[in-house]
Nanobody, 111 residues
Framework: QVQLVESGGGLVEPGGSLRLSCAAS????????ISWYRQAPGKQRELVAA???????TYADSVKGRFTISRDNAKKTVYLQMNSLKPEDTAVYYC?????WGQGTQVTVSS
């Protein structure tokens, strides 16, 4: 049984930073790619960033240079460091491991 629990969302002003965390249960965490997605109101869910078991990373063009994904396999946790946040980053952020999704955490960027 895999469960994913996101945390770290909130309200931040443009230009600010947030660090999201996704803690996983179960034994498969370290061997699979884990991803962050986001979904803004009225829009489709989109891939933000992903990190493989070996640490290779992929980012959406819209967040390159501003967001950093990392993982701690010992803690079964993946992080998303978000800097220079923009209003268009406002969305619910989800982590995904194989077919499993977390419940999401709201990020709102507004002055």
């Amino acid at each position: 049984q895999v469960q994913l629990v996101e945390s770290g969302g909130g309200l931040v002003e443009p230009g600010g930073s947030l660090r999201l965390s996704c803690a996983a249960s179960g034994s498969i965490f370290s061997i699979y790619t884990i991803s962050w997605y986001r979904q803004a109101p009225g829009k489709q869910r989109e891939l933000v960033a992903a990190i493989t078991s070996g640490g290779n990373t992929t980012y959406a063009d819209s967040v390159k240079g501003r967001f950093t994904i990392s993982r701690d396999n010992a803690k079964k946790t993946v992080y998303l460091q978000m800097n220079s946040l923009k209003p268009e980053d406002t969305a619910v952020y989800y982590c995904k491991l194989v077919i499993h999704w977390g419940q999401g955490t709201q990020v709102t960027v507004s002055s």
